[in-house]
């Protein structure tokens, strides 16, 4: 599933991203989110390059628990195959509660930026709002559809699960020798 490590990686990106600003520089974040410039706390610096430290923690345990990263339990056992969201792969048994609370990061983030940009706020705000958006939205994709690999028929090669319900399939019916409501 391509777009579920192209999700993980993205979003780990954008977490180290968010926080380099975060770690290198707090006075400069500070001051574009506070509504007047001034001298920014050793609570306000120590909080922000915290918050930059565990977004980077955060984004290292994503990628290893989703199996982005193929771990292997040796050092001779070369890992070859990438890991699936399938909840009976052994290589990547966290993917799916990993993919569930990345999203719910995301939902939670993006919300709160809203709201601070609704209220008044930086304009700054914006930004975070759209990326995190994005990222819900194809976090949620990758939940909903990407989990599993679907009932696909081994003699035709379509999805089981597809059903005609708001139309009938009258021709094939007739070769079945069934009977229309």
């Not at 958006?133 to 949620?140: C, N």
């Not at 990407?146 to 597809?162: E, L, Q, Y």
Request: aromatic share 12%; charged share 15%.
């Amino acid at each position: 599933m391509d777009v579920y490590y192209y999700f993980n990686y993205l979003s780990a990106g954008w977490m180290v991203l968010e926080a380099i600003p975060l770690i290198v520089s707090p006075t400069v974040i500070i001051s574009l989110l506070s509504p007047e410039v001034r001298q920014s706390t050793y609570l306000e610096e120590y909080l922000s390059r915290s918050l930059g430290f565990t977004l980077i923690a955060f984004a290292v345990l994503n990628l290893l628990l989703t199996g982005c990263v193929p771990l292997t339990s040796t050092l001779s056992e070369p890992a070859t195959a990438p890991a699936s969201t399938d909840l009976t792969d052994p290589t990547a048994p966290y993917a799916v509660p990993s993919l569930s609370i990345t999203l719910t990061y995301h939902c939670t983030i993006a919300f709160y930026c809203y709201t601070q940009y609704a209220a008044g706020h930086a304009l700054t705000y914006t930004i975070a709002v759209a990326v995190h958006s994005l990222f819900v939205a194809i976090g949620g994709w990758v939940l909903l559809f990407g989990a599993s690999n679907g009932h696909i028929s081994r003699k035709t090669g379509a999805d089981k699960r597809t059903s005609g319900f708001p139309f009938k399939n009258n021709e094939a019916d007739k070769r079945k020798g069934r009977k229309g409501l």
